[in-house]
């Protein structure tokens, strides 16, 4: 059940939201069931040799919502679903919306530590998983955190039953004992329907909770930012358990709109994804910059023509490259679209596919109607245009702050409302924001700050280098050096003294140059994609002790 939570949007500004209609007050239940009646034969989702169609799966939907009820699950019971990419998440997402309960997803890549925490702080009463997935009994994992899962009630399992379980797939027809529902009342547009977890870069993942109008504002800020259709086709590229990214913006939308998204059953090769978007006709796809960096070679190797329908290339997550935006407009003939948010704030400001190609390839965008935001120094007074700060904001899309963490909420929202989301951002004339770093990232060598992402976007474009983070390393003089982490491209090498160079080049002071480089096979990341610095600084530090101890012997 719902429990403790910041209300951090008051009744005027709620109100507001209603008058410039960023608040519809509907469901997500009531468009996706709009939508599929109006074109029932049509294909809403295709994962693998999983299909299914609109009418399909508003049948299995209303199936689910019934029997879940029958299960005695309860509007404001939190259901956690932890599937690899498949057609259930958002099957059980809608069911769960229509009885007005609250779905909470979950990254199959969770183990004992992480869903044990969640699951306790979000006292879900129910959890969808799969039997059996990349040799992992999932029935037995959450057998083992059960003991400390006092309101865990059900545990239903897909593709087979473990222990405990009972099978999920019986749930997706009505029983002679279950009574068909064909109008559902209980979901409310100002109820929390839908939870996003924080990346937990740091520590634990953070429960963010958002309402159905919460979500649908976020949801029509991206169809006008895109000119969604129902004619347009989705490549979901990204895991769907991580969120926004995976689901929210590639999945969700299209089946509020009557579009049809193909979802990638699990990202492996860079070549699947191209295929998957060639092979189908899409028009539009979602990835986390990583994704698209690695499938730029093998983007560049596809005729042009194959691309034929493909209009828009989104991305959220991380920022992504000036030089990879352009690369991947001219590659595909289209058009690249940047969200801008977090999991935990909602979305502050989008790119337009019809903003101008400049803005488009190194800009966040600018801020979406009814979006409140400022950039603020230290001492949280609002800085010059032009100048950097804090980008914060008060948006109808922003979640009501973390479950049950009163202590966290308040450290992310300020007094007003706004949301604190340590990036450092600049604003131009035209009102586009452009991301320059992170507050906390920053390294300070003996008095100097450094601003890693300056360093990053340097290096991005060295034609040695595939991807590229700055983080801090120890120093006992100077308290902190900068420290290059590169991922290189196939068959190359690169010395220190090889950046230095390259970076001479470029005319900037000498002190924000990295004094060391590790090469590496990948990045670390969270489950959301974002870079761990923290992990990269634990890196260095170690292999500096190691290096010290080993000439000490």
Known sequence: MIGQMLAVTSDAEAQRYREINQWKDETIFDRFRGAARICPEKIALICGQEEITYGELLAKVEALASNFVGDGIQPGEIVAVQMPNSIFQPLTHLALNAIGAVYMPLHDAFRQAEIGHLMAKASAVAVVMPNTYGGEDYPAMYEEAASNLPELRKRYSVGGTGIHTEPFEDLLEL???TAPTSNFDQGKSDDIGHIMLSSGTTSMPKISVFTNNNILSMMDSFA?????SVEDVAAALAPMGTGATGYVFPVLPMLLVGGTSFILERWKEPQAAVDLIT???CTFATAIPTQITLMLPFIEQT????FADFRCFNNAGAPLSHEAACQIEAAMGCRVQSIYGTT????PCMVSIDDPEEKRTSTVGR???GRSVELRDRDGNQVPTGQAGEICWKTPDKSYGYLNDMEAARDAFDSRGYYKSGDLAKIDDRGFFS???RVKDMILRGGQNISPRRIEEMMEVHPKILEVAVAAMPDKRLGERACAFAVLKGGQSLSLAEVVSFLEEKKIVKWQFPERLEIL??????PGGKISKDKLTEFVANKMNQEIEGEAL
């Open 224 to 228: 006008d930012m895109v000119h969604l």
């Open 521 to 526: 096979d990948e990045l670390p990341r969270s």
């Open 435 to 437: 991301i320059v770093g």
């Open 367 to 369: 801020a979406l109607p």
């Open 303 to 306: 005729t042009s023509e194959n």
């Open 279 to 281: 092979k189908n006709g």
């Open 175 to 177: 029983s002679n004992e």
């Open 344 to 347: 935990d704030g909602g979305v």
